[in-house]
């Protein structure tokens, strides 16, 4: 099992023409991922070439979901345009819609956000800036490497991309079920929470490795649906121990304001929750290893 994609999942690339659509489109590909076609309005009916398999090119989100019967799109869409390329997948209630664009305009992401909840939720949205979803063995979808771990029992939910890749490797002996990485901007389609939900409700996934980061206060209001909800073993990693406090770091979600939001306010809330914290990913690793030793 895995959450969210899988062997069977049908992926087309929103923007599969420009050069970060082309280099990922063929990377998915290699990964072995079930990758049918893409999408550039202004050069529908053409071909792209990767390595020996021909792709076809749509014209819209619709039309490809209409042809080849794709249930995921993974947009590489200039942030100038992505919204109309979200709010074109999500009128095509096209599954599951992963937004790795970087730099995307805070009201765009509002608003696209808002369009998704009031067309009735059709389309879970994972992103924008975010490295996507891997469930090693069955399907890679956005920029994550496809080499770097193995499948196996561990979920994995992070804001941050490079974390994600640091975590998938630092427990490449034990494996994932599902990694996804779900972006730290202020405003995000998929959080913690569902993941966490996600994660609990599969069989073949044992425990979950959450990595959160400084600023905002996701990962107390994940804490409270842990404490409430998950029965799996959760091993945390808060990005920004050493921040200095009201400094914006990196993420544009990443502000402390006051107590709030710090890295130890997020380790108390999680702890208390029955999470155990490393204070480097590596530390947290480590604690994942021995949980997962003695499961």
């Not at 200039?78 to 992963?98: M, N, R, S, T, W």
């Not at 994940?222 to 990693?237: L, M, N, R, T």
């Not at 200095?244 to 809330?269: D, L, N, Y």
Request: aromatic letters at 4%; hydrophobic letters at 40%.
């Amino acid at each position: 099992m895995a959450i969210f994609i899988d062997e069977s999942s049908t992926v087309i690339v929103q923007g599969i023409t420009g050069s970060e659509g082309t280099k990922h489109g063929r990377r998915m590909l290699a990964a072995g991922t079930n990758v049918v076609g893409g999408v550039n309005a202004r050069k529908a009916g053409q071909k792209v070439d990767f390595d020996g398999t021909s792709l076809p090119v749509f014209g819209s989100v619709a039309e490809a979901m209409s042809e080849t019967g794709a249930d995921v799109s993974v947009a590489f869409v200039p942030p100038a345009f992505c919204k109309d390329a979200v709010v074109e997948a999500i009128d095509a209630q096209i599954g599951l819609l992963i937004v790795i664009t970087e730099g995307m305009p805070v009201h765009d992401a509002t608003s696209f956000w808002a369009h998704a909840v009031a067309t009735g939720n059709k389309t879970r949205i994972v992103g924008p800036n975010c490295p996507g979803v891997a469930s090693p063995g069955k399907s890679n979808a956005g920029i994550i490497p496809a080499d770097i771990t193995k499948p196996g029992r561990i979920g994995l939910v992070s804001k941050s991309g490079t974390l994600t890749y640091q975590m998938m490797y630092e427990l490449r002996d034990v494996g994932f079920s599902t990694c996804v990485g779900i972006g730290g901007d202020p405003v995000i389609g998929t959080t913690h929470i569902d993941c966490l939900r996600a994660f609990e409700a599969d069989p073949e996934t044992d425990a979950i490795v959450m990595i959160g980061e400084i600023g905002g206060d996701a990962e107390e209001r994940a804490a409270e649906v842990i404490d409430a909800e998950i029965s799996k073993p959760v091993v945390g990693y808060v990005a920004g121990f050493t921040a200095p406090e009201g400094r914006t770091m990196g993420h544009a979600g990443a502000i402390v304001s006051g107590s709030a939001g710090t890295a130890a306010a997020k380790q108390q809330a999680l702890e208390a929750a029955g999470v155990r914290v490393g204070r480097t990913p590596s530390a947290a690793a480590q604690l994942m290893r021995e949980l997962m030793q003695g499961h």
